[in-house]
């Protein structure tokens, strides 16, 4: 298939962008779109013109690098997909792509496509862990976990970090992001301790950086693992329990 | 309070202030129904919120102190925290994307809260002006406590029928988005009921819109005269 492409182009943060467009002939249908940006970039190389910067690691939708806009859709046009898991099936002859990278005011374009994602680590520092060292792994039914929280938590912790719910979300808000890494912590026996201190300080940490949830729920639709806002929910009430309840009772959620 | 400073907690406040007003607007719509009773029993009704609490407190410290006082507390609350949330958002964008977005889920109405809000609010001041304080230059045949006839006179002239019907078009699109976001706002989630906030935000604003449009419609089909 023959496809042209449009790119932000840009040198640095504080350099001035725009979008660039290239021809893109002979791409197979089963590329991925990060190998599609590769064939563009081996040509681009071959005419001795700088090639797209854009981030990646995993090419196995695991790691989180790899989100761009697609066609003003982040990860592009296929739910449930992260960039480096689409293909260029998803496209047709003569499509136009527009390639875009993720917008927020907290995340600084590095060059091209590749923003800095790095307010993410701060929301995680802030108490996305459990503090006390938990020596080896313990036998498995050592503690008891209902199934449904097991599970509930599994899906939360599917969370590759890849900022999409934060690009996608007309607010810019974080919260999709931080209320799955709670989430996969707070479900579990193992994260109550910490409970509502971690809830206090990865919200208001958030909020250091991102924008405020409005329940568009765009996020849970751009995300590649489809985390639910139903986490954004769960993260809500337990905030205001960490700032109303008594902490000595709260304790024994 | 501490926690309004945080926009989680903010996000509260507009959900609790939210239910607030959305309780206004039922009981505000089932109220103005008894015009279809005829002006005697309007008249009494709107006689009858000021007696509200009598005899055990004076007339119309009821009214004031239980219903008027907390709406607008509740209407300055819900708009101090939507301007706030909106220019935070504002700003956390940064620059804008430069192509155009193809949104998934967010819809009309869950992305135009502030202007359907704002539409409602300017309506309000007219409607207070219309039929509450019944200022000469906005309703020249106003006379306090005829309320059959101050409707009637208002809706006898089709501008002010467009007016209310539109802006219960606005208002339509604002329940019909926060009906459904006030769950999320408090927490109020479990897969249990979940499928039924859907279906609540919608049939509530469907039973208000209705409610609210009967009046300016029944005037002009000549029901109330
Ligand atoms: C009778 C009048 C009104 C009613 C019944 C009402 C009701 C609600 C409700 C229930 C919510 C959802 C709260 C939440 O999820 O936290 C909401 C949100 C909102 N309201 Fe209102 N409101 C009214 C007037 C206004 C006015 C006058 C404005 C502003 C000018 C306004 C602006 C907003 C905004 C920006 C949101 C946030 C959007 C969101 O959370 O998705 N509202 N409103
Ligand atoms: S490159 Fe690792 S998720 Fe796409």
């Known amino acids: 298939m023959d496809l042209t492409l449009e790119v932000w182009r840009q040198a640095g943060e504080s350099a001035e962008g725009r979008f660039e467009t290239y021809d893109a002939p002979d791409v197979s249908e089963d590329m991925s779109f990060l190998e599609m940006l590769d064939l563009v970039n081996e040509r681009l190389i071959a005419e001795e013109r700088e090639p797209i910067a854009f981030d990646h690691d995993c090419r196995e939708g695991i790691c989180g690098s790899c989100g761009v806009m697609i066609n003003g859709k982040a990860h592009g046009p296929q739910l449930g997909t992260a960039t480096c898991q689409l293909h260029m099936r998803q496209f047709e002859d003569g499509d136009r792509i527009v390639v875009e990278p993720w917008r927020a005011k907290a995340f600084a374009i590095v060059r091209d496509l590749v923003v800095d994602r790095s307010p993410l680590d701060r929301i995680i520092e802030a108490g996305g862990y459990i503090s006390a060292p938990t020596g080896a792994a313990p036998d498995a039914n050592m503690i008891p976990v209902p199934k449904e929280s097991a599970d509930a938590a599994m899906d939360a912790a599917a969370c590759i970090g890849c900022a999409a719910c934060i690009a996608a979300c007309p607010n810019s808000a974080g919260q999709l992001f931080t209320s799955a890494k709670l989430a996969h912590l707070d479900l579990l026996p193992q994260g109550q301790p910490e409970r509502y201190k971690r809830v206090e300080a990865m919200v208001e940490t958030m909020e250091e950086f991102f924008g405020s949830c409005t329940n568009h729920g765009e996020c849970e639709s751009a995300c590649p693992k489809s985390i639910s806002i139903d986490n954004i929910a769960l993260m809500n009430r337990d905030y205001l329990i960490a700032k109303l309840k008594n902490r000595k009772l709260a304790g024994q959620h | ?225």
């Open chain 2, 1 to 225: 309070m501490e926690i309004y400073r945080t926009d989680v907690g903010k996000k509260y406040a507009m959900a609790i202030s939210g239910v607030m007003l959305l309780g206004f607007v039922v009981f505000h719509m089932i109220g103005n129904l008894h015009v279809f009773q005829g002006a005697a029993q309007i008249n009494t009704y709107g006689e009858g919120l000021r007696d509200l609490g009598e005899p055990l407190f004076p007339r119309t410290l009821v009214l004031w102190a239980f219903l008027r006082v907390p709406l607008a507390a509740a209407f300055a609350v819900h708009i101090h925290a939507a301007y706030t949330l909106g220019y935070t958002n504002l700003k956390a964008r940064g620059t804008h994307y430069q192509s155009p977005r193809d949104y998934l889920v967010a819809n009309y109405a869950s992305r135009t809260m502030r202007w359907s809000g704002t539409i409602v609010l300017l309506f309000l001041a007219w409607h207070l002006a219309d039929l509450t304080w019944g200022i000469k230059t906005v309703n020249s045949e106003f006379a306090r406590g005829d309320i059959y006839n101050n409707l009637v006179f208002t809706f006898s002239r089709w501008p002010v029928v467009v007016l209310y019907l539109a802006a219960q078009i606005a208002l339509a699109f604002h329940i019909r988005h926060g009906a459904w976001s006030l769950f999320q706002s408090i927490g109020a989630n479990n897969p249990r009921f979940n499928k039924f906030r859907r279906t609540f935000a919608n049939t509530f604003t469907a039973i208000i819109v209705i409610g609210f449009m009967a009046v300016p419609l029944g005037t002009v089909f000549g029901i109330i005269h």
